[in-house]
């Protein structure tokens, strides 16, 4: 029996304004942090969950976590999930 194909996980680049944005909200010790970081890292595995939609005249699909956004690339040839962006929803699309 021969065994089912597993993909193997995508690699996850925090561009440069997404890690600042996170390190602010580690520093300011908001209670959605840890939630954050880990539907972050759930991308590695699935990289278009269900709660994830294409923004609008933005090439970037969105993640929801409570009131904040994460905008992110996905590339399916590399295998990279890059992160643009975390932010409250106010301050995310600017």
């Known amino acids: 029996m021969a065994t089912p194909h597993v993909p193997s996980p995508y690699t996850i680049l925090m561009l440069g ?45 969105r993640l929801r976590v409570a009131d904040f956004r994460i905008l992110y690339l996905v590339n399916d040839v590399q295998r990279t999930v890059s992160v643009s962006a975390i932010a409250h929803r106010r301050d995310v699309y600017k």
């Not at 939630?35 to 294409?54: E, H, T």
């Open 17 to 61: 304004p997404a890690g600042r944005q996170l390190t602010h909200l580690q520093k300011t010790h908001n209670r959605y942090v840890q939630s954050i970081i880990a539907a972050v890292m759930s991308l590695a595995q699935n990289p278009r969950p269900s709660g994830s939609r294409k923004l609008v005249n933005r090439p970037e699909l």
